[in-house]
């Protein structure tokens, strides 16, 4: 399969973006993942630089990518600091979706910023089963790695479009405290593909993955609201909490019901996978209908 998607680096604050033997490999998935997705996207703008807060104020201030996907955590990200950005992106029309972790449950260790902050779509794992090669979907359970739950350290209070009815019960152990990651989920077991220094691969996974496959479907959500008169979703939050409210729930998400995310390092915790939203999953992974509802 070929693309002919244009891929234009921004380099930021002088940023050489050389790669002297450097591994490309999650740079490159995060790309061919979100255009696997959405293969008629306009561009895809790759950002580089060596300050996080930094990339993030170049994002807003460019203000061109209507939809950001970040596989990276941790070093300089910093939730309440990095706050307003992600608050001026929302503002703009832009999505900022982040990848929970591969670390399982969240404990002191199992996390990195800027998972768990309230502005951000984040996205955990599941384990998906379709009919054969490139088949429909068949099945899927949660992927026991997806990173999930609360910490109080991330410094993010539960925000309002999870504290609704419906959300939070003692089935999923949410917090009415603290953030509750993720919000929704994508395949991320370790039987995907990849390119890496020129090389086709088989057997990666993590979420990874799942952020740019969301970032993808966010772009064609996009693609229909513009079409029909509408901006760009943006801050897609509150509306995908209240479709998980709704009775066009089951239609719009498949409902990941079984398998948990025991913490691979740190403190041991665990959360199951549930009916509806959980500590896992979020509220599952998208169904093509959802296109319809968030891009009325």
Same mark, same amino acid.
């Given at each position: *399969? ?5 891929i234009?680096?921004? @380099?930021?604050? %002088?940023?050489?973006?050389t790669?002297?033997?450097?591994d ?7 790309i061919?993942?979100?255009i696997g $997705?959405?293969?008629g996207?306009? #561009?895809?703008?790759f950002y580089?630089?060596s ?7 170049? *994002? +807003? ?5 209507? +939809?950001l996907?970040?596989s ?9 600091t ?6 001026? *992106?929302?503002? =703009? ?7 929970? %972790?591969d ?5 002191n260790?199992?996390?990195g ?6 502005? !951000?779509l984040?996205?955990g794992g /599941? ?13 899927? /359970? ?7 739950g609360?910490y ?5 209070? /539960?925000?309002?479009? =999870? @504290? =609704? ?6 089935n999923?152990?949410?917090?009415? /405290? ?9 395949e991320?077991?370790?039987d ?6 020129g #090389? ?11 952020a740019?496959?969301w970032?993808?479907f966010?772009?064609l959500?996009?693609e #229909? ?10 801050? !897609?939050n509150?509306? @995908?909490?209240?479709?998980g +409210?709704?009775?066009?729930? @089951?239609?719009?998400?498949?409902d990941?019901t ?10 041991? +915790?665990s959360?199951?996978?549930v $009916?509806?939203f959980?500590?896992v ?16």
């Open positions: *399969m070929t693309s002919s998607v244009p234009n680096n921004v @380099l930021v604050n %002088g940023f050489a973006g790669c002297n033997g450097c490309d490999g999650e740079q490159v998935l995060d061919v993942n979100a $997705m959405a293969p996207i306009d #561009q895809v703008l580089e630089g300050s996080a807060t930094n990339i993030l104020n170049k *994002m +807003v201030s460019d203000n061109k990518a209507k +939809v996907s970040c990276w955590y941790g070093a300089d990200f910093n939730n309440p990095d706050d307003p950005i992600y608050k001026q *992106m929302a503002a =703009q029309g832009q999505t900022f979706i982040n990848a929970s %972790g670390d399982g449950a969240y404990n260790k199992a996390w910023a800027p998972s768990a902050d309230p502005w !951000v984040e996205v /599941t384990d998906l089963v379709t009919t054969g090669a490139g088949g429909a979907w068949s099945s899927e /359970t949660a992927w026991k790695d997806s990173g999930g609360f109080s350290g991330a410094g993010e209070a /539960t925000p309002t479009y =999870q @504290l =609704q009815a419906g959300v939070l019960n003692l999923n152990q949410g917090s009415t /405290t603290y953030r509750n990651d993720p919000d929704v989920s994508a991320a077991n370790f995907n593909p990849t390119v890496s220094k #090389q086709f691969l088989t057997g990666y996974g993590g979420t990874s993955f799942a740019p496959r970032a993808g966010i772009a959500v996009n #229909q609201a513009v079409a029909k008169g509408h901006g760009p979703v943006g801050f !897609v509150p509306a @995908l909490y209240s479709i +409210v709704s009775a066009s729930y @089951l239609s719009s998400f498949h990941i079984s398998g948990s995310n025991p913490s691979t390092k740190g403190k041991s +915790v959360y199951n996978a $009916m509806g959980d500590l999953t979020g509220w599952g992974s998208p169904q093509a209908a959802l296109i319809d509802v968030l891009a009325p």
